[in-house]
């Protein structure tokens, strides 16, 4: 705000439209591109532009989606992008020009927005709390240039006093501190764009190369009698942004296919070294795998099954020639986290061991491990499932110990048998009479043979199976009990295909995996 006096004011001084446009646009402009440099240091894909631009795509409607990939073919998301910067710039204009006597509107509008951006940057299924620098500090850079511009303008505006001698006018200042301010938008941009690498571009190249590339092996196609959704079991393929997710990740490493290597060393005969393409010229094979983290509680989602594309891991280490000696690998990520995993696990000729590029028909999402990931069927992912894999050294058990090994959790991972009830929940209240029970049950790598459940400890009941599609996946489960009004227990258990049925046994998930038969109350009405 002006604190020049004017002896007699005939109007408030106020901006020129044009400038006041301008000014929008600039604090806009400049709270984007510090956001953006911000990003390209801490995360890209924190970028509250980009965070904005991304959130508007994945809750676009499907028409628009569908409308833009028609019409603009891969070129799709770049113009959805444009189209947002379209929609900031009018915005930024707007709220320009309903704050040529006040910052105060203008202000609200550069708060709302950068308040969007957080939320754009929270909700995004690659969210950690490091993230949460680069919109921040757009919102307080945009903030921060409306006031002083501001304040610098109207000071222009008041009517022409003569600088005195050596002082610059205060037009000559407004109009030099507003180009600073343009040029430092338009820099910090591209210095974050060029910090930030090529991720989204990359990742978008990847999946049109697996669009057209022939599979040597395809998964074969899960029929519709494999899944119960309808009853509340999950869909049988998790969507690649409903897949859960673990690591210690603080920020998704920043890595592009032309960036990534593999090196497969330590106890071989021929050191292997692998860029994305050597990966992609070999035979590329589907296999549809259900993961599961070891810290599942029973009854817990850390579950979901996915379409893997990707290159067989044990023809690789057959062409590097593992020492007989050797026990484990240990797979290490661009940032430095570590699994082992035994040799002769991966070296099972049936177990189907990847390294894996692709999930659902596309190239892996960021936060499941871009460009390439490790996959052991059967194994907890703790052990086996190493995301942004770099590195593979053939070594012993007794020389190198993994990242949670290190912290207590056991040094072999395999997969118990379990199951879960997902219907009825237990704080829904279903109608007294046939109540329908439904659920999932998985024993990797063999499958399940028989899943049983008992109400109010009466005896136990056979449920009818799904249609099974492999043994390294989920088979879910359904039956229909009487249930008269009031409360009832039920519980569940899962026989494996050997005929051995899961612990009764509860057990915590540390070391090696939770234990014990699901059990549920309802109240039924
Ligand atoms: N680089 C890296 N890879 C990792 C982890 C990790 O912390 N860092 N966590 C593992 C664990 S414990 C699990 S259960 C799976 C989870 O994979 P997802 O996030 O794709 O579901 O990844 C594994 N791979
Ligand atoms: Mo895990």
């Given at each position: 705000m002006s604190t020049t006096s004017t002896p007699t004011p005939t109007r408030a001084p106020s901006l020129s439209r044009r400038y006041a446009a301008t000014l929008g646009v600039l604090a806009v402009g400049a709270a984007l591109g510090v956001g953006h440099l911000v990003a390209g240091v801490v995360s890209p894909p924190s970028s509250p532009y980009l965070a904005v631009g991304n959130t508007v795509i994945r809750f676009a409607p499907a028409w628009l989606v569908e409308f833009a990939k028609t019409t603009f073919g891969t070129a799709d998301k770049p113009v959805l992008l444009a189209g947002v910067g379209v929609v900031l710039l009018l915005v930024a204009v707007a709220a320009g020009l309903a704050s040529r006597s006040q910052p105060r509107p203008a202000v609200v509008v550069v708060v709302v927005l950068g308040l969007l951006g957080i939320a754009a940057v929270m909700i995004s299924p690659t969210f950690s709390p490091l993230d949460l620098l680069a919109p921040a500090a757009a919102l307080a850079t945009g903030v921060t240039v409306l006031r002083r511009l501001h304040a610098l303008a109207l000071d222009a505006a008041v009517p022409p006093r003569r600088p005195a001698r050596g002082e610059l006018s205060r037009r000559t200042m407004l109009a030099g501190s507003s180009a600073a301010v343009g040029f430092g938008a338009l820099a910090t941009g591209g210095i974050g764009q060029w910090l930030g690498g090529d991720a989204g571009g990359s990742r978008a190249a990847v999946t049109s190369r697996l669009a057209s590339a022939t599979l040597a092996e395809r998964a074969p196609a899960i029929p519709a009698?494999?899944?119960?959704p309808d009853l509340?079991?999950?869909?049988?393929l998790t969507a690649n942004a409903d897949f859960y997710r673990i690591d210690t990740a603080l920020r998704i490493p920043n890595l592009t296919a032309a960036n990534w290597s593999l090196r497969i060393h330590g106890m071989v005969d021929t050191e292997i070294r692998l860029t994305f393409d050597d990966l992609m010229a070999r035979p590329l094979v589907e296999r549809t795998v259900t993961m599961l983290c070891v810290s599942d509680e029973v009854g817990g989602d850390l579950i979901s099954t996915t379409n893997f594309v990707g290159v067989d891991l044990r023809s690789i280490l057959l062409e590097a020639g593992v020492r007989p000696d050797a026990t484990q690998v240990l797979s290490t990520s661009s940032d430095s986290w570590t699994a082992g995993t035994p040799v002769d696990v991966i070296m099972e000729?049936?177990?189907?061991?990847l390294l894996a590029v692709g999930m659902n028909g596309e190239a892996l999402p960021p936060e499941h491990g871009f460009p390439v990931r490790m996959v052991v069927p059967g194994l907890y992912g703790y052990v086996s499932a190493t995301k942004w894999v770099t590195d593979l050294e053939l070594t012993t058990f007794e020389a190198r110990s993994a990242y949670w090994v290190d912290r207590g959790w056991s040094s072999e991972g395999p997969i118990k048998t379990e199951c879960r009830i997902d219907t009825p929940r237990a704080d829904a209240g279903p109608k007294a009479g046939k109540v329908p029970v439904a659920g999932i049950a998985w024993s990797q790598p063999?499958?399940?043979?028989k899943v049983e459940i008992q109400v109010d400890g009466g005896a136990w009941q056979t449920t009818e199976l799904a249609t099974e599609v492999s043994g390294d996946t989920w088979r879910m489960w359904r039956t229909v009990v009487d249930l008269p009004a009031g409360r009832h227990s039920i519980r569940a258990r899962a026989t494996n295909a050997d005929g051995t049925t899961q612990t009764e046994n509860a057990a915590d998930p540390v070391p090696d995996g939770a234990t014990g038969w699901p059990g549920i109350v309802v109240t039924v009405t």
């Amino acid at each position: 705000m002006s604190t020049t006096s004017t002896p007699t004011p005939t109007r408030a001084p106020s901006l020129s439209r044009r400038y006041a446009a301008t000014l929008g646009v600039l604090a806009v402009g400049a709270a984007l591109g510090v956001g953006h440099l911000v990003a390209g240091v801490v995360s890209p894909p924190s970028s509250p532009y980009l965070a904005v631009g991304n959130t508007v795509i994945r809750f676009a409607p499907a028409w628009l989606v569908e409308f833009a990939k028609t019409t603009f073919g891969t070129a799709d998301k770049p113009v959805l992008l444009a189209g947002v910067g379209v929609v900031l710039l009018l915005v930024a204009v707007a709220a320009g020009l309903a704050s040529r006597s006040q910052p105060r509107p203008a202000v609200v509008v550069v708060v709302v927005l950068g308040l969007l951006g957080i939320a754009a940057v929270m909700i995004s299924p690659t969210f950690s709390p490091l993230d949460l620098l680069a919109p921040a500090a757009a919102l307080a850079t945009g903030v921060t240039v409306l006031r002083r511009l501001h304040a610098l303008a109207l000071d222009a505006a008041v009517p022409p006093r003569r600088p005195a001698r050596g002082e610059l006018s205060r037009r000559t200042m407004l109009a030099g501190s507003s180009a600073a301010v343009g040029f430092g938008a338009l820099a910090t941009g591209g210095i974050g764009q060029w910090l930030g690498g090529d991720a989204g571009g990359s990742r978008a190249a990847v999946t049109s190369r697996l669009a057209s590339a022939t599979l040597a092996e395809r998964a074969p196609a899960i029929p519709a009698s494999a899944a119960f959704p309808d009853l509340g079991t999950p869909t049988f393929l998790t969507a690649n942004a409903d897949f859960y997710r673990i690591d210690t990740a603080l920020r998704i490493p920043n890595l592009t296919a032309a960036n990534w290597s593999l090196r497969i060393h330590g106890m071989v005969d021929t050191e292997i070294r692998l860029t994305f393409d050597d990966l992609m010229a070999r035979p590329l094979v589907e296999r549809t795998v259900t993961m599961l983290c070891v810290s599942d509680e029973v009854g817990g989602d850390l579950i979901s099954t996915t379409n893997f594309v990707g290159v067989d891991l044990r023809s690789i280490l057959l062409e590097a020639g593992v020492r007989p000696d050797a026990t484990q690998v240990l797979s290490t990520s661009s940032d430095s986290w570590t699994a082992g995993t035994p040799v002769d696990v991966i070296m099972e000729k049936d177990r189907g061991a990847l390294l894996a590029v692709g999930m659902n028909g596309e190239a892996l999402p960021p936060e499941h491990g871009f460009p390439v990931r490790m996959v052991v069927p059967g194994l907890y992912g703790y052990v086996s499932a190493t995301k942004w894999v770099t590195d593979l050294e053939l070594t012993t058990f007794e020389a190198r110990s993994a990242y949670w090994v290190d912290r207590g959790w056991s040094s072999e991972g395999p997969i118990k048998t379990e199951c879960r009830i997902d219907t009825p929940r237990a704080d829904a209240g279903p109608k007294a009479g046939k109540v329908p029970v439904a659920g999932i049950a998985w024993s990797q790598p063999d499958g399940i043979s028989k899943v049983e459940i008992q109400v109010d400890g009466g005896a136990w009941q056979t449920t009818e199976l799904a249609t099974e599609v492999s043994g390294d996946t989920w088979r879910m489960w359904r039956t229909v009990v009487d249930l008269p009004a009031g409360r009832h227990s039920i519980r569940a258990r899962a026989t494996n295909a050997d005929g051995t049925t899961q612990t009764e046994n509860a057990a915590d998930p540390v070391p090696d995996g939770a234990t014990g038969w699901p059990g549920i109350v309802v109240t039924v009405t």
